[in-house]
Every structure is written in C-alpha cells, then in structure tokens.
C-alpha cells in the first residue's frame, strides 16, 4: 500500500547494494529497476513538497558547519565526545544525534592549510616518478580527519607521485541523503569546474573517501548527462586504494615497505563495492610482506549520518553484529575500514559487543579478552608499513 512506502524509505542508506547483488530487477532485466534512485526520486519529491526540518538542514551544511566548528575546535570537540554525558544530552534533545553516537571531531587547522605549509618533497628515485594527480580530499580529511589525507599524501609522495591538494567543496552526499537533488547539480557543476585545469593538464583526480568516489563517478554524471566538465570529471576519478594498486602494480613500489608486527581484520565499505573495482584495499595492503588479511565484506550497519541518529543508532548496532562478531573472532592487531564513519561504528560496536559477552560470562573463541589492536584506515596502516606515519597512539 501507498502509505507504507515512507518507513521504506527512510530505513534505506543509499548503499547501493540492492542494486549490486541483491535486488533481481536491474538491467539487463526488462523492468529496469534502479532501487536506490527510486529512493532518492521519492525523497526529492518529498523535499519539494514539504521541505526539509530546519535542524536536519542545518546538518548537511558541511563546509559552513566545519569553517565554525574549527575556529571552536577544542570546546567543540569536548562537547561532542561520547563522554561528556550532559552536553551529549542536550545534542540529542535538540538535534537527534543519539546520545552514544560517534560525532565526528574537527580539526583546528585545515589540511589543505596544513598541507601548503608543510609539502613533502617527492622521492624522485621512485618507480613512480612523472605520474601526476590532483588529490581530492573531501570534507572529511579536511576538516576531521587529515591522518588519512596526510597519510595518502605522503604515500603518493613517496612513491613519486606529484601530488596537488584541493578542497574546492564537498562533494554533496549528505544533501543527496535528504533529496536535494538540485544542490548537488550546483556542487557538481562547480567542483567540476574547479578541476578542470588539472584535468586539462592529464592529472588523475584522486579521491580519498568511497563515498565521495561515487558521488564523482557515478551520481553526478546521472544528474548532469549533457555537462561537460562534470562527465569528464567522471572519467578521469580514480579512488585512491585503486589508483595505488593500479601505480604499484604498473610501475612497482619505492622501497621501505616493512612487515608489520600483526595481522589485519579490513572491513570493505559498501560504497567502495558498490564502484564495482574489486577489493582494491584490501588488493593494496597485500603490498605489505608476510601479511594476512581476514576481509569482512558486509555492512557494517552505520549508513552515512543514518546510523547516528535516535530513531536508528540501535538498529545500525544491531545491522552491524555480524561485522562485530568477525572482528571479535578474528582478534587481529589491526582493525580498518575504508569508510572513517563506519570504522568508528564498528569500534562502538566491538567494544559494546566485547563488554556486553564478558560482563556474562560467555564462553566460546568470540569471547576472548580484545588484544590491544590498533584501529586504523586502510591508507595509515601502508603509510606506516613504510615508515611514513606513527600510529602508536591509534
């Protein structure tokens, strides 16, 4: 019935999954059903019509949200950790972020800021050396984690990869989410725009995020068929695990690569597989000698800024007890995922999850004591297997 489709709705993440290998209906077959973008048209539609709450509004203004939030970062910061009981209340009261929800924390410095007053010289004895990229590094490594921006910078750097950073704005999923279809169309247009001369100067576009990588590759080419710069934009995107496989593969590997003291559990993101590459992560940190990798390849049940919410962080948790459990099971030194949101859920979810079965006093091989493991993207795990970055406080 009619009036059952919103619960549908809201519950889906966009993860495009249903369309990758679960739903029967997507071409080739005739009825030509693309599930995840009947989604969205339902929710632009709504949006038109009803608009949008003003406090989820306000939510998905990223760059203005993060170019206050920085100037405040350590007050900011205090108010939005998972500790501070009272302040995390009233977050949840007046924006719906539940109470025991990873928020993300803000950096007080840029790292496109950072970046122009620290270069890196390149190592011009690489194998790569002459290869030329323009790296893409999203709201997220800009403003609330530059360790995995730091980290691919000075990977690509070290394997003589000249490397320009830009941030010319985010790229819009968190607005696509809600249905603000013709935002995103502007974003595009003008982020497109800001790329085209390195593009015109045959730089690859490296993106460091998955979600961001589809958003480049695949949404804005939807939305914008007959623009240009948006479609060659698409064609010239490559996300950075792949574009690394792709460089090491082709040209080799500059030396420094060491074995690492532990194994790796890797959690592949939705986003990441909905691109249709392959396990390019996990394809990567097999660079590093005498590795293992137990891949995790399912939902980790966060969803984007779905899973943080009141009405579905119980659920996200109970969506993501599967990935949890191998994690438990698996016990390895290092724990990744190539999306910063879903790792930090699947951290929450671990550590619940191992408390919760040791405060019963379960037994079985998913009830052992958590060693001391390292919790880590995909990129600071190689930047550290060559000796580039320190994750001894991760």
């Known amino acids: 019935d009619s009036a059952a489709f ?10 495009d999954m249903c369309f990758i290998n679960k739903c029967p209906y997507v071409p080739p077959h005739p009825y030509q059903i693309d599930f995840p973008h009947l989604m969205l048209r339902y929710r632009a539609v709504e949006t038109k019509e ?9 939510l998905v203004q990223m760059d203005r949200n993060a170019a206050i939030a920085s100037k405040l970062a350590p007050v900011v910061n205090w108010g939005l950790d998972e500790g501070n ?26 790292f496109v800021s950072h970046v122009s007053k620290n270069p890196v010289s390149i190592n011009k004895e690489a ?13 997220y ?21 000249e490397v320009d950073v830009v941030y010319p704005g985010c790229c819009g999923m968190p607005l696509l989410e809600q249905g603000h279809v013709a935002k995103v169309a502007m974003f595009a247009k003008n982020i497109a725009t800001a790329f085209k001369p390195w593009i015109e100067k045959g730089h690859k576009v490296i993106t460091l995020v998955p979600s961001c990588s589809i958003m ?15 479609q060659r934009l698409s064609h010239h995107t490559v996300d950075v695990c792949d574009y690394l496989v792709q460089l090491f593969k082709t040209k080799g590997l500059a030396s420094g690569m060491n074995s690492l003291d532990d194994d790796i559990t890797l959690h592949l993101a939705c986003h990441s597989r909905a691109q249709n590459m392959g396990a390019k992560a996990a394809e990567m940190l097999r660079f590093i000698p005498n590795i293992r990798i137990d891949v995790i390849e399912r939902c980790s049940g966060h969803g984007g800024s779905w899973g943080m919410m009141v009405d579905h962080f119980e659920t996200a948790l109970k969506l993501g007890k599967f990935v949890f459990k191998q994690v438990i099971q698996n016990n390895n030194g290092f724990v990744a995922s190539e999306c910063p949101l879903a ?6 979810g671990v550590e619940t999850m191992a408390e919760e079965k040791s405060s019963r006093g379960v037994e079985g091989p998913d009830s052992r004591p958590l060693r001391a493991w390292k919790h880590a993207h995909p990129l600071e795990i190689l930047a550290y297997a060559f000796g580039l970055v320190d994750l001894s406080s991760q």
């Open 216 to 230: 480049l590759k695949q949404e804005w080419p939807l939305l914008l068929r007959q623009n240009d710069d948006v």
């Open 127 to 139: 194998p790569g050396a002459g290869e030329k990229v323009v790296l893409y590094v999203t709201c």
């Open 343 to 348: 790792g930090e859920h699947i951290r929450q």
């Open 141 to 161: 490594g800009n403003y609330h984690q530059s360790s995995i921006a730091e980290a691919a910078y000075k990977i690509l750097k070290h394997n003589g990869v």
């Open 85 to 110: 009981g009272l302040a995390r209340k009233l977050i949840t009261k007046v924006v719906g972020i539940h109470e025991k929800a990873f928020i993300p924390k803000f950096q007080k410095t840029t």
């Open 50 to 58: 009803k608009g949008t709450p003003f406090i989820k509004n306000q």
């Open 6 to 15: 919103k619960p549908v709705v809201d519950a889906c993440t966009l993860c």
